[in-house]
Antibody, heavy 119, light 109 residues
Framework: EVQLVESGGGLLHPGGSLRLSCAASGFTFSSYWMHWVRQIPGKGPVWVARIDRDGSGTDYADFVQGRFTISRDNVKNTLFLQMNSLRGEDTAVYYC????????????WGQGTTVTVSS | EIVLTQSPGTLSLFPGERATLSCRASHSVSSNYLAWYQQKPGQAPRLLISGTSNRATGVPDRFSGSGSGTDFTLTISRLEPEDFAVYFCQRFDTSPMYTFGQGTRLEMK
């Protein structure tokens, strides 16, 4: 079964750091671009970052402003999102998602992990 | 910046009825890069349609997508109880790379 499982979310103060992980199984992880997408409950999803198959190429949403880093370990089939200098507006459910090659969308999503930034 | 505006915000229909959901872009979108997702409470989005009209694996054929340029439509021909959910459109292009609409809530009347 194709599966993505996120972990690492939590409650932290503004200015803090957090590393999210996404464990992939059921498919050849190294063959796919991967994304992080976040969503405030009741709102539309917002794309955060993407990474190419070998991790050499990354892209970020403008609001990341150098605070987040996406990376991957193709041996451990795991995607990461290192988040620094967190703000209240970063509070959301964070999903990892697999890219559907050639179509600019995401065909497999994890269940999400919640990040809450509050003083 | 490209904005996707979905309408209506909420659509109330009976099971068995036809649902028509709209997604309008502020600038032209390539038909290859317009997708639709379904999201149920407490769940992640689920890809329904890629490339404007291509159903994802396992998606029933009562779901269909159409459109071009700035106007795109998701149609559900005969609503089943499990179809009542929130639907998002999404496009891919240059910065910002991936944009989602604000969603249409399809509720059972």
């Amino acid at each position: 079964e194709v599966q993505l499982v996120e972990s690492g979310g939590g409650l932290l103060h503004p200015g803090g750091s957090l590393r999210l992980s996404c464990a992939a199984s059921g498919f050849t992880f190294s063959s796919y671009w991967m994304h992080w997408v976040r969503q405030i409950p009741g709102k539309g999803p917002v794309w955060v970052a993407r990474i190419d198959r070998d991790g050499s190429g990354t892209d970020y949403a403008d609001f990341v402003q150098g605070r987040f880093t996406i990376s991957r370990d193709n041996v451990k089939n795991t995607l990461f999102l290192q988040m620094n200098s967190l703000r209240g507006e970063d509070t959301a459910v964070y999903y990892c998602a697999r890219a559907l090659a050639g179509w600019g969308c995401m065909d497999v999503w994890g269940q999400g992990t919640t990040v809450t930034v509050s003083s | 910046e490209i904005v996707l505006t979905q309408s209506p915000g909420t659509l109330s229909l009976f099971p068995g009825e036809r649902a028509t959901l709209s997604c309008r872009a502020s600038h032209s979108v390539s038909s290859n890069y317009l997708a639709w997702y379904q999201q149920k409470p407490g769940q992640a989005p689920r890809l329904l349609i890629s490339g404007t009209s291509n159903r994802a694996t396992g998606v029933p054929d009562r779901f269909s997508g159409s459109g071009s340029g700035t106007d795109f439509t998701l149609t559900i021909s005969r609503l089943e109880p499990e179809d009542f959910a929130v639907y998002f459109c999404q496009r891919f292009d240059t910065s910002p790379m991936y944009t989602f609409g604000q969603g249409t809530r399809l509720e059972m009347k």
